[in-house]
């Protein structure tokens, strides 16, 4: 019995050991990289790009006239849908509700709304309808950006 445990207490030792030898390499090689000036340019560099990169969305996010462009669009699709659903074509309705989905900057909580308020059959089709705007939607993001590289 004490061979079992002494080979145990020989095995936690080095492990204890090696993990102490891990942990001063690493620490011996981050303070050797971050004090190297070429990997601190590059960091800065990195930083600005990114941060330029973000400015940039930003802008093309809070555009106050692609917002209120959106918001009429959604309001749009919303009367529409409601207007087709009220005349009793479900098919065009749904499609126009989805449209406003797509656009709408918190679907889920819409979703939400719409399970309440329609009947059953026709937010079954709407749900049924989502994974398909999902779809066209990113394939005409893709077209748009192909159009985009061929004018570059």
Known sequence: MP???TVLC???ALAAGGAVAFFGYCVYFDRKRRGDPAFRRHL???RRAQHQKAEGLGAQLWDPAKNEKLQELFLQEV???ELWLSRGDHRLGVEHLSNALLVCGQPEELLKVFKHTLPP???EMLLHKI???CQQFETDMNEQEYLED???
């Open 10 to 12: 020989l095995l936690a």
């Open 121 to 123: 059959k026709v937010f």
């Open 150 to 152: 061929d004018r570059d």
């Open 79 to 81: 009367q529409m849908g």
């Open 3 to 5: 061979c079992v445990r």
């Open 131 to 133: 994974p398909l705007i």
């Open 44 to 46: 800065r560099d990195k």
